[in-house]
């Protein structure tokens, strides 16, 4: 992908320690962890219907406003309709800033964006934008469709998106030509058009792959809500709020196992691979990726059906009801792997919006800014961060996963029912890690 692609992980001569250290250290911290929550958590600490505060009433009134809810709909349209005339308009060039919206601010944006105000995708997206213009202009009831959406579906039609978001990004030869993203978005845009006018809104809050990836990520962050009000939670007791659907394992698997392989496939043993085979390498990266995303998905169906269950819960349920530990690696991850690519290239994108057409103009004021590479001269800060990141995900999913066992799995298998889990973790770790020095 050029210079868009530049994800860039600090590799092990950038560590201070040798990689053996990092690894076993941040094996260490997963098993000491789950001793010390063996023996101090023995009982569930969190409840949808009674964790968090409720917030100060002017916050409260504030974001539940109809105000600030056109307000972030106006500017997110108007930002939409800006980069979409950079899309359609622009020149052919990887200095086009739709390239660096739509990869860099859009898809790596959302986490820290996310984690920082819930989830601004949904108050933010254009489909979800024109769907409720479209249902005011119809007479339609707004959020209602023409049909009930399938609860059956869950999640999967979201797994889909974001499959071919990845792929998009990851395998496709010429996925920073202008012509083959537009494509993409188009064909986005009408499925979530002609998914709302069937099955209502509720279609984009489970088949969009953006406001599902972001309502996932906002799941760490301190804000929620209970009957209607908000609350501050903290992100462990928001993210327990999680409600388990079909595909949410897919959802998750895509997204961490489609991290891993960004790693994978530009180290030395894939690259020579690739190099031996006389077939385009899109084939084998396509495989390759599927490969990681249904190994992620296999080791963590597995590893949560490797237990006792109560006769309450059916055991081929316990791995959508467990996927939500995965959230917080999948966080780790990407803050490891995408941190330099984000902080440079999105100030690089910052800049090109000033200059939509490359006609030298200015529009936002930005275009005279330059980039800090403040993180790239200081490779060790970054590559330990890279690693503490990785290490907590692991640590904060094996908490959430420890008190949703201590929930469901009955006594006598509320411990020796998360080692299974706990050993999918310790692998998750070593493998990312690996990844981690590797690259």
């Known amino acids: 992908m050029g210079s868009i692609s530049a994800h860039g992980l600090g590799g092990a001569k950038d560590l201070p320690?040798?990689?053996?250290?990092?690894?076993?250290?941040?094996?260490?911290?997963?098993?000491?962890?789950?001793?010390?929550?063996a023996v101090a958590w023995r009982e569930p600490r969190y409840d949808p219907a009674t964790s968090g505060r409720p917030a100060p009433q002017w916050l409260d009134r504030l974001?539940?406003?109809?105000a600030l809810a056109v307000a972030a709909r106006v500017l997110g349209m108007a930002f939409f309709l800006y980069v979409g005339a950079a899309a359609v308009f622009g020149q052919d060039t990887l200095i086009n800033p739709f390239l660096g919206t739509f990869y860099v601010l859009l898809w790596v944006g959302l986490v820290p964006a996310s984690l920082l105000l819930g989830p601004v995708f949904r108050a933010i997206s254009p489909a979800r934008t024109i769907s409720m213009l479209f249902?005011?202009?119809?007479?339609?009831?707004?959020g209602e469709g023409l049909y009930a959406y399938p609860a059956r579906l869950g999640y999967w039609p979201a797994a889909a998106g974001l499959f071919s978001f990845v792929w998009l990004e990851l395998v496709y030869p010429s996925s920073t030509d202008l012509g083959p993203v537009r494509l993409w978005c188009a064909a986005y845009l009408g499925t979530m058009f002609v998914g709302s006018a069937l099955f209502g809104t509720t279609f984009l809050a489970r088949a969009d792959p953006f406001e599902v990836y972001s309502s996932l990520v906002a799941?760490?962050?301190?804000?929620?809500?209970?009957?209607?009000?908000?609350?501050?939670r903290s992100p462990l007791a928001n993210l327990d709020t999680l409600v388990a659907r079909p595909g949410l394992v897919a959802v998750v698997a895509v997204l961490?196992?489609?991290?891993?392989?960004?790693?994978?496939?530009?180290?030395?043993?894939?690259?020579?691979?690739?190099?031996?085979?006389s077939l385009p390498r899109v084939l084998p990266d396509t495989l390759a990726l599927v490969?990681?995303?249904?190994?992620?998905?296999?080791?963590?169906?597995?590893?949560t059906m490797a237990t006792g269950v109560s006769s309450g819960t059916p055991r081929r349920a316990l791995p959508d009801l467990f996927a939500h530990s995965v959230v917080p690696i999948i966080v780790g991850y990407i803050v490891a792997h995408y941190l330099t690519y984000f902080v440079?290239?999105?100030?690089?994108t910052i800049i090109?919006?000033?200059?939509?057409?490359?006609?030298?103009?200015?529009?936002?004021?930005?275009?005279?800014?330059?980039v800090n590479y403040w993180l790239s001269m200081h490779p060790t800060f970054l590559a330990v961060s890279k690693v503490v990141a990785v290490a907590l995900g692991h640590v904060v999913g094996v908490v959430a996963a420890h008190d949703r066992a201590i929930k469901l799995l009955p006594r006598r298998h509320q411990l020796t029912g998360q080692l299974p889990l706990l050993v999918a973790m310790v692998g998750f770790t070593v493998g990312g890690l690996y990844l981690l020095f590797a690259a």
Do not use: H
């Not at 990689?19 to 001793?35: K, N, Y």
């Not at 799941?219 to 501050?232: A, D, E, F, P, Y």
């Not at 490969?291 to 590893?303: D, E, H, P, R």
């Open 17 to 37: 320690i040798p990689s053996e250290l990092a690894i076993a250290g941040a094996v260490a911290a997963l098993v000491i962890s789950f001793t010390v929550l």
């Open 219 to 232: 799941k760490l962050s301190i804000w929620g809500r209970r009957q209607g009000r908000l609350v501050l």
């Open 256 to 277: 961490f196992g489609s991290t891993a392989f960004d790693s994978f496939r530009e180290s030395t043993a894939w690259l020579g691979v690739v190099q031996e085979m």
């Open 352 to 370: 090109q919006l000033s200059d939509p057409f490359t006609r030298g103009d200015d529009y936002l004021g930005t275009a005279d800014l330059q």
């Open 135 to 142: 249902a005011k202009v119809s007479g339609v009831p707004e």
């Open 63 to 66: 974001v539940s406003s109809t």
């Open 344 to 348: 440079e290239y999105g100030q690089q």
């Open 291 to 303: 490969a990681f995303s249904g190994g992620v998905a296999l080791v963590l169906t597995a590893a």
